[in-house]
């Protein structure tokens, strides 16, 4: 979708801290961080809500979450994916926040 914030990240045409990247699958550090390390997920399929995107476009989502919390190192974190406004969301290209949660002597989260 031309407008899409998202879908521009994916095309290349807005800059992003690329994490990991697959045929249908994205993932970026989020530009206003909640924790170090707050990444999203996203699938490189124009859908606003979750019941826009095919499964096929979703079926990876899951396990890059996984991997991400391998790769950082994390014990603690949450998964969360918000659909329309009334549930927080803001940007309207299904999105899931990987959201690290940092233990007490890191002084974060
Ligand atoms: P929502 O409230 O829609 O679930 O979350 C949208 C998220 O997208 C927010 O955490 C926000 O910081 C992030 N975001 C919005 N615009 C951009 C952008 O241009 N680049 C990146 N990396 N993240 C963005
Ligand atoms: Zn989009």
Known sequence: MAACI????IRGEIPSMKIFES?????FL???PLAKG???IIPKFHGA???DVPDEH???IISVAKRIAVAQGVEDYNILQNNGRIAHQVVD???FHMIPKPNEKEGLG
């Open 6 to 9: 998202f879908c521009k990240i």
């Open 23 to 27: 045929e249908k699958t994205l993932a």
């Open 30 to 32: 989020d530009i206003g």
């Open 38 to 40: 707050h990444s999203l």
């Open 49 to 51: 809500k979750l019941h």
């Open 58 to 60: 979703l079926a990876e």
């Open 93 to 95: 290209h299904v999105h």
